[in-house]
């Protein structure tokens, strides 16, 4: 059973069950009052009957068989002021009427004679009529006419007046009709409060469905959009927040597979290069081209440097693999920094020597400051930078700069040459994985193309952060931000 007819079965019960007892509380409160059911419409059409007047008929009655008894009395105003007693709290009084003249009226009564000459007239019944209702000014009345059979031609009439509330009089007429827009007003408010509450639910778990089924399909964009606090439009969040993570997994998922396949397609091919020259090289020994000593030591040397150039790149990529996978353990260690540093840049001082490229070193730092490293991870960090710098060097003067200086909270190292410098666009590039700007991929300048991507997880590693900046025919400038600490 669905959640729809689940909400429309209970709400349908809701209504149909309280009617029931509605109608069947009336029916067994009739049944009380009445004896049976066959006085139903009597006791519409009745006034007696609807509202309750026993003590005023309680008070005609005992007039009447007084008058039987002492006929007189009918012309006694001190008796006729005592029933009046007796009705003043009720809103009613007495008026006595003898052959067509008014006798006694009861002080409560309204004072203008002209509705006493529409009195019903004298028919000689003895019981009493149904009760007539008629406006008197601004109020209307009730008559109960009562006739008493007198010798001779003596007619008289005891009339019982009360005063009828506006609202029960209306109450009286309209009952049915009342009741009737009760029960459907009753009805249309269920309807529509059952309605409001089915959209507000139904409506909301349609468009959950519906995305889901997009998403099930693959298509994570249909936006959803549940409004309200309550625990459908809470659910609605939560989905869309589910949504969006699985949008963007889906990306990552699909971004991770173009990577692969790239990385796969630069693998196969930085790895066939040397494979194919070491190939090439062993053909011609074995087809006797390399006829003379000479030419054997000069394709064994290709072998070996092609060998070694196939070794480093399955190394660099072996590394950048296990930093990739935070397989990789660093080693940490509270370090001097200025030390640590006047000791590298004297290894570089001679390597860069032989090349014939200056190098100036600008350190503006203290003496206590202390980073926390890996000592050969960083310093692998500064020579593929160094390395990068040196391949793409095109100036005949080639310089380095080393800039370092301190920040509240971090030590910074800027690395500046005056190669031949990065197009803007590809700047944002120079940290991936295999990316190089030497399109061509020439062994002069191809390298491996994971130096700066290892760089930049070794930094990461350490919780900093390398950036660059470059201008093209003016040179290229790395920058690290390594975090400083406390000694122990």
């Known amino acids: 059973m669905s959640i729809r007819l689940k909400l429309l079965l209970s709400y349908a019960a809701m209504l149909v069950i309280p009617l029931f007892f509605i109608m069947l509380i009336s029916l067994l409160m009739v049944v009380m009052f009445r004896g049976d059911l066959q006085n139903l419409k009597g006791i519409y059409e009745s006034t007696e009957d609807i509202f309750n007047h026993e003590d005023l008929e309680q008070v005609a009655k005992e007039i009447i068989r007084s008058a039987q008894r002492q006929p007189d009395l009918l012309r006694d105003d001190s008796y006729l002021n005592e029933m009046t007693l007796q009705l003043q709290d009720k809103n009613s009084g007495i008026v006595v009427r003898q052959n067509d003249a008014i006798f006694y009226r009861s002080p409560g009564l309204p004072q203008d004679a002209a509705w006493l000459a529409e009195l019903t007239a004298y028919d000689g019944h003895t019981t009493s009529q149904a009760y007539v209702e008629k406006k008197v000014g601004n109020a209307a009345y009730a008559f109960l006419h009562y006739d008493l059979n007198r010798s001779g031609n003596e007619q008289i009439s005891l009339f019982m007046i009360t005063k009828v509330n506006p609202l029960t009089n209306f109450i009286r007429k309209y009952f049915i009709v009342l009741f009737s827009l009760l029960i459907l007003i009753f009805i249309l408010t269920h309807v529509l409060l059952t309605t409001m509450m089915s959209k507000s639910i139904i409506r ?18 249909l936006q959803i959009q549940v409004a309200g606090k309550d625990e459908i439009g809470q659910l609605g969040v939560a989905f869309e927040e589910m949504r969006l ?10 971004q991770y597979e173009e990577n692969r396949k790239e990385l796969i397609a630069n693998i ?3 790895l066939k290069t040397p494979l194919t020259a070491i190939r090439g090289y062993v053909a011609g020994m074995m087809d006797g081209i390399a006829d003379t000593p000479e030419k054997s030591l000069k394709y064994m040397q290709t072998i070996a440097l092609k060998s070694d150039e196939l070794d480093h790149l399955i190394n660099e990529l072996f590394l950048y693999s296990k930093l990739d996978l935070n397989r990789e353990p660093f080693q940490f260690e509270v370090v001097q920094l200025l030390p640590f540093l006047s000791d590298w840049i004297e290894e570089l001082e001679f390597e860069l020597e032989k090349r014939g490229i200056a190098f100036l070193a600008d350190i503006s730092l203290d003496s206590e400051t202390v980073v926390s490293l890996d000592r050969d991870h960083f310093k692998r960090v500064l020579n593929n930078i160094i390395q990068n710098s040196m391949k793409y060097m095109n100036k005949a003067q080639p310089n380095i700069h080393l800039t370092v200086y301190s920040t509240p909270q971090a030590a910074v ?5 005056n190669g031949k410098g990065i197009a803007a666009e590809a ?3 120079v940290f991936e994985r295999f990316y190089r700007t030497d399109k061509s991929r020439s062994a002069h300048t191809g390298g491996s193309g994971l130096g700066l991507a290892i760089a930049r997880q070794i930094m990461e590693g350490h919780g900093g952060v390398i950036s660059a900046s470059s201008e093209l025919d003016v040179g290229t400038t790395i920058k690290l931000c390594i975090p400083t600490t406390t000694r122990e």
Do not use: F, N, W, Y
């Not at 993570?245 to 699909?254: I, K, M």
């Not at 190292?413 to 040459?417: G, V, Y």
């Open 245 to 254: 993570r699985l949008q963007h997994s889906t990306s990552v998922q699909q």
């Open 427 to 429: 700047v944002q590039h």
């Open 204 to 221: 909301p778990l349609h468009k959950l469905r519906e995305a889901a089924q997009e998403m099930k399909e693959g298509k994570m964009d």
């Open 268 to 270: 196969s091919h930085d």
């Open 413 to 417: 190292l800027e690395i500046a040459d």
